[in-house]
Every structure is written in structure tokens, then in C-alpha cells.
């Protein structure tokens, strides 16, 4: 059964600052990894999606990266903002006829001005 | 904005009561997965329906129900509501099981 795991579950740093989130997933055999977005109490909006196939993708300041085999990915937050303050969840594809996403329990992130 | 919408925003049941949870999907897209999220929780796969029919199901129990209809929105009911099923519950579309886009998710507090 996959699991998938993100740590750490809060995240303060001061503006500026690049940052790291974790994920880590049990089985490899996914068909995609996705980084959400979520700010309180609101949907989720998606950041980077990567092919299993694929090492990384980039969006602005944001880089994520996608290790199969060891079953880690990272999410690289370069120079901070406090706009960037939310929860990050990743999740992954599966490989079963729904495609059905897998999630995390989310980092929650605190930028300070 | 992904295109996808849900109905109610937000409402309040008392427990034992029913529910339906409404979700329109993005254009060009036939296929709805609904989750449930409890507080400070990732999302929970509840099911899907791809062309109308129910393509999958997690692990939640049979008072979870749902159907999509022709031009692909979706409902979801829940029979008997617990304080447990308190949570953001989010419906995600996608053309044919490919990439889902999540609407901005439904609240149901249950007291």
C-alpha cells in the first residue's frame, strides 16, 4: 500500500531565505508526482506535476525535483516571500486504473516578513 | 482558476442527517474524484467517476455515495452523518483519469 510522507509538518523562516520541503513515498511504481498549493481553508492549486519518467521541473522560484527509486522528491522554494505562506502537499499518481492521487499530510510553511 | 466549481461552500448538518455535495466539472473533462480532507489531514481519495459510472473507490464505507451525470458533473451523498465526516471535501476533474483540477472544495461541519 502507498504511503506517502512529508516532513517537516511546520516550516517558519524568515523572508528571503531559500528553503527545502520533503516528500518521501513508499512504492516507486507511481505514474506522477504532484506539489499542491493550499492556503487556508481553500482548494488546492497545483505548483509543478513531474513524470515518473522526469528529474525535476521548474516554475519561477519554485524547483522540484523526483527521485523513483529512492522514493524522495523535493520542493525548493528559492528566496521566500511571505506570499508564499501556505500548506504544501504532494501527492502521487498511481499506477491502478483510477490514477487515484496519493497525498501527504502536508508542510505547513510560515514566511516572516 | 481551474473551471471547476462545488456547491455548497460551506454547510452545517446535524449528525444522522443527510447530505449532497455538487460539483461541476472543466469543460472538455469526464471524469470527477471526489476527497475528503480533514483538518490539518491530506486529502482522502473517497471515489471517481469516469463517463458516468464509478471507476474506483477508497476506503470509505457504502453510506458514501455518488453518481455523475451526462454532462459530467457530479454529487456526492453521504447517509447517516457522523461527527467524523466533519472536513473540506474536494471534487477534482480530468479528460479521461489524466491530470485532475481541483475545485475550491465544499466545508461540512457536522454537529
Known amino acids: 500500500k502507498q504511503e506517502v510522507t512529508q516532513i517537516p509538518a511546520a516550516l517558519s523562516v524568515p523572508e528571503g531565505e531559500n528553503l527545502v520541503l520533503n516528500c518521501s513515498f513508499t512504492?516507486?511504481?507511481?505514474?506522477?508526482l504532484q506539489w499542491f498549493r493550499q492556503d487556508p481553508g481553500k482548494g488546492l492549486t497545483s505548483l509543478l506535476l513531474?513524470?515518473?519518467?522526469?528529474r525535476e521541473q521548474t516554475s519561477g522560484r519554485l524547483n522540484a525535483s523526483l527521485d523513483k527509486s529512492s522514493g524522495r522528491s523535493t520542493l525548493y522554494i528559492a528566496a521566500s516571500q511571505p506570499g508564499d505562506s501556505a500548506t504544501y502537499l504532494c501527492?502521487?499518481?498511481?499506477?491502478?486504473?483510477?490514477?487515484?492521487?496519493?497525498f501527504g499530510q502536508g508542510t505547513t510553511l510560515q514566511v516572516k516578513p | 482558476e481551474t473551471g471547476v466549481t462545488q456547491s455548497p461552500t460551506h454547510l452545517i448538518k446535524t449528525r444522522g442527517q443527510q447530505v449532497t455535495l455538487r460539483c461541476s466539472s472543466q469543460?472538455?473533462?469526464?471524469?470527477v474524484s471526489w476527497y475528503q480532507q480533514a483538518l490539518g489531514q491530506g486529502p482522502q481519495f473517497i471515489f471517481q467517476?469516469?463517463?458516468?459510472?464509478?471507476?474506483g473507490r477508497g476506503n470509505f464505507p457504502p453510506r458514501f455515495s455518488g453518481l455523475q451525470f451526462p454532462n459530467y458533473s457530479s454529487e456526492l451523498n453521504v447517509n447517516a452523518l457522523e461527527l467524523d465526516d466533519s472536513a473540506l471535501y474536494l471534487c477534482?476533474?480530468?479528460?479521461?483519469?489524466?491530470?485532475?483540477?481541483f475545485g475550491p472544495g465544499t466545508r461540512l461541519t457536522v454537529t
Open positions: 477534482a476533474s480530468s479528460r479521461d483519469r489524466a491530470e485532475q483540477y
Open positions: 512504492d516507486s511504481a507511481i505514474y506522477n
Open positions: 513531474i513524470q515518473s519518467s522526469q
Open positions: 501527492a502521487v499518481k498511481d499506477s491502478s486504473n483510477t490514477g487515484k492521487l496519493i
Open positions: 469543460s472538455g473533462h469526464n471524469t
Open positions: 467517476y469516469y463517463r458516468e459510472e464509478e471507476n
